[in-house]
Structure formats: structure tokens, C-alpha cells
């Protein structure tokens, strides 16, 4: 389906700000501001991905500056009291970094930053180095794709593979990324394979039917439509 972007090499940045393992955190925050992101990967020498460093683990160096020094001494344990005493990037991040292949699917990379709570993932390569991020804004890319686009490859490649031409008898209409499928099918137990591979489209929301069965040869009983 060559109009769908099904993997995290369609939709990823190329152009990355990284910063090493010996950054400074004042080189962190100046990075971050230059580049308008909210976390960096840190890389080492050969640009292998050994963590990410966010605002999250720069905030309690600021959170900890008034805090009481024997409510200090008694977190000492706790993570954020580390993080609040380092001052580069190795010590701050988060390691090992979440990270992703870019020839994942979206729905994989998807699932990764639900399950690990992450608001991106640095692309790399089978050796680890670094190849792109990929970021919630990039994966709801998809969801741009016009309703026509979204109908050419429904009829095309879901409609003309389940049902020999002509297929006059099913129509295909997209609203606001929901599919509607209206008209006669041979067989309404198909209805929830088509379902399921309309939703399987990127970039479709929703899908919906309003279609009946094939026209009897005998006389019956008028026949009813099929909704879902």
C-alpha cells in the first residue's frame, strides 16, 4: 500500500540535537532551549545512544535549592535527590534509553511510549546509533492524510482484493478520516474482516457500514439492512 506511511522511517526527524555523556547542565538547558525540545539523547563518542536526559531530570536541581538540609540528608536515597547533585549528562539521564528501529511500525512505536510513558524515542540503527526521534506529534501525522487518499487506497486495496470487479454494489465515502462502506455485499459475515482492515489503514478514525445482503433469487421477506 504505497500510500500509507506504515513505519517510523516515513514519519521521524532526521535533524537531532544530542548532547554527549560529559555535557554540562547548563550546555543541556541552552541546548534545549536552542532547539525548542523538551529531552535530548545522549550519545556516546561514536554516537551510540546510552540515554535520554529531559526537563523532568533537570527540574530537582531547581525543586531541591531550598529544600531543608536534613530533609536532604534523609532523601539521599531518592532518585530525584541524585539528580538534583549531578551537573552533566551522564549523570542525569535516563539509561538505557527507550528507543526504537526505524523500520518499526507506528503502531509498535506507539505501543513503546504508552508502556514507557515517553512523549518521543530516538530512531537507531541495528548497531544502536543514532538515526532520527520520532515524537507523539509524528506518529498522529497520519491522521492528516485527505479523506480522498484515505478512500482510493480502501477501495483500491481492501474493496478490490475481497470482491471480484465490478464492485459497483460498494460504495466508499470518507468524512473527517471515517470510512463509510454503503451498498450490497455478497456476504454480510465479511463485515468484520473489512472492518478490520479499513481500521488497519493509517490515518482512518473510524469506519462504518450501511449495507445489505445479496439480492434473493426467491421471492421473501424485504431485506434488512446491515449497520455497524
Do not use: C, Y
Not at 42 to 50: K, M, T
Amino acid at each position: 500500500m504505497p500510500n500509507t506511511p506504515h513505519i517510523v522511517g516515513d514519519v521521524m526527524t532526521k535533524t537531532v540535537a544530542a548532547v554527549n555523556r560529559e555535557a554540562g547542565f547548563k550546555e543541556i538547558v541552552e541546548t534545549m532551549e536552542r532547539w525548542t525540545v523538551s529531552a535530548l539523547p545522549v550519545l556516546a563518542g561514536d554516537r551510540r545512544v546510552v540515554g535520554v536526559v529531559s526537563e523532568a531530570d533537570l527540574l530537582p536541581k531547581e525543586e531541591f535549592r531550598e529544600s531543608d538540609p536534613e530533609r536532604l540528608e534523609q532523601l539521599r536515597q531518592v532518585d530525584d535527590v541524585r539528580r538534583a547533585e549531578a551537573v552533566t549528562a551522564g549523570e542525569l539521564m535516563t539509561s538505557p534509553a527507550h528507543t526504537v528501529r526505524a523500520d518499526a511500525t507506528l503502531s509498535q512505536a506507539a505501543r513503546v511510549m504508552a508502556r514507557e510513558s515517553v512523549k518521543r524515542l530516538p530512531v537507531v540503527d541495528g548497531h544502536g546509533l543514532l538515526r532520527g526521534i520520532v515524537s507523539r506529534a509524528d506518529l498522529l501525522k497520519v491522521f492528516l492524510r485527505s479523506d480522498e487518499d484515505l478512500a482510493e487506497e480502501v477501495r483500491r486495496d481492501i474493496v478490490g482484493a475481497l470482491f471480484a470487479p465490478p464492485t459497483r454494489d460498494l460504495q466508499v465515502t470518507v468524512a473527517d478520516g471515517v470510512v463509510t462502506l454503503s451498498g450490497r455485499v455478497r456476504d454480510t459475515a465479511l463485515i468484520p474482516v473489512i472492518a478490520r482492515l479499513v481500521r488497519s489503514v493509517e490515518g482512518v478514525v473510524d469506519v462504518e457500514f450501511d449495507v445489505t445482503g445479496p439480492m434473493s433469487v426467491s421471492p421473501g421477506p424485504p431485506e434488512m439492512g446491515w449497520h455497524a
